[in-house]
């Protein structure tokens, strides 16, 4: 197999065996990571110069909602009550044709990577088989990692605190047509409503079909104002269903005890910090989280509302977490810190290793280990906003932004380099998502009469 040898770069691991080089190179073989430390002699290897470069995992984003890339910024000023009314219930998320779910995906990959994001969870809204073929279609095309979260339609039926309706034969379909492998690139999750947007026994029921097929399930839970009130982690504990491979958006809202349950049974949480602000899910819980046991992911979640890169995440946990501890300090009269209690590093855990855990794939990826996946982003560290490096984990976590992403390897094979994505028809793309959005607000309306290209 062919061999690519990284060389010379400042490598961040995120594996705490191996720790973090000034230094060092990185070995990949076929699509794994071979080996990781300075001075690798690699005969016959391809030779990466990452002289002024930080290599690091690539991203995870484990929340987001890849096909309103097609209708993105359009709800800028929406709050949640908004979005969930112009989405759902019949409305945006229903107009939607199966090639218009094709490139909103493609799109939504495609910027995904282009910022460094190698992994993430596609949270769907699935209309029909037709649409599911072409969502899948459009994550295969890209390249990318991801994990595609079959969920159900956006009709008025499917959302409510006491729908029944499933969609059990369309799930099954899916895995048998498409997931009989976990051994690839594209890999199956459920999306499903949850006890607070379904009934108590079609969570249950859809909870079991996706431990029958060995799919990680994602829920919407714990956030607005009924959010604390559900209590559904206590409820969900009680019936015995918690575990490792439920994943829960937001939780805003949920119980310091219930937080302890999720750090005893298992289950993850995904913080999705831009949005929960701006919308009004509820203050983030990544503090709520940590100080009970649990360690968050972070999400994307709604490109509606907000641009698809880590980066501003990143930003917006560690400044949202330290702005909380800290204005209790200053409400007491004392000066925050030091040290502080929340660190940039563990902010990157969030964003790689966390993530991955919360999609039961850091097995194959999330760190720079050994015998993972090879899916590995490089920063430049030549641009203004990043020299003198001083602390390479608060440059990237601080200071770095999607322009600076020089080079993306998902599985080994470059789809980034020198700052642009490889073999990406843009203007194509563009001609698509155009063509996407233009029918999908000629048939509903666009929700605040903004013009249209």
Known sequence: MAKTLLQGGIVLTMDEKIGDFKKADVLIEGDKILDVKPNIEADGA??????????????????????????????????LQKYLGSIYYGNIGSRRRPEDDYIGNLLGALEAMESGVTTMLDWSMIISRDHTEQMIKGLQD?????????????????WNGESVVENEADVRATAEKHFSSKDQLLTMGLAIRGPEF????????????????????????????????????????KAG???????????????????RMLAEKGGSISVTPEIEMMMGHGYPATGLAMENGVKPALGVDVVTSTGGDMFAQMKFTLQAERSRVNEKQLAQGEMP?????????????????EGA????????TGSLTPGKQADIQMIRTTDFNMF???DPIGAVVQCAHTGNVDTVYVAGKAVKQGGELINVDRTRIRRLADE???????QYGNPDELWLL
Not at 206 to 213: G, K, N, Q, S, V
Not at 337 to 353: D, F, K, N, V
């Open 46 to 79: 391809e030779v990466v110069d990452a002289t002024d470069m930080i290599v690091l995992p690539g991203f995870v984003d484990s929340h987001r909602h890849a096909w309103e890339s097609v209708i993105r910024n359009v709800g800028a000023d929406w709050s």
């Open 142 to 158: 890209s390249g990318m990692r991801a994990v595609f979260a079959h969920g159900c339609p956006g009709d008025g039926d499917y």
């Open 198 to 237: 379904s009934s108590w026994e079609t969570s249950e029921a859809e909870i079991r079909l996706a431990r029958d097929l060995d799919a990680v399930c994602s829920m919407h839970l714990g956030f607005g104002t009924w959010g604390g009130a559900a209590r559904s982690i206590e409820k969900l504990n």
């Open 241 to 259: 269903l918690l575990g490792p491979d439920l994943n829960f958006a937001h939780a805003n809202a949920v119980s310091a005890e219930e937080m």
């Open 337 to 353: 810190g030091p040290p502080l209690h929340i660190s940039a590093r563990q902010i990157l855990e969030m964003a790689t290793i």
């Open 357 to 364: 855990k919360a999609l039961r794939l850091d097995h194959k």
């Open 388 to 390: 003198p490096v001083n």
């Open 436 to 442: 996407a959005r233009n029918s999908i607000f000629e």
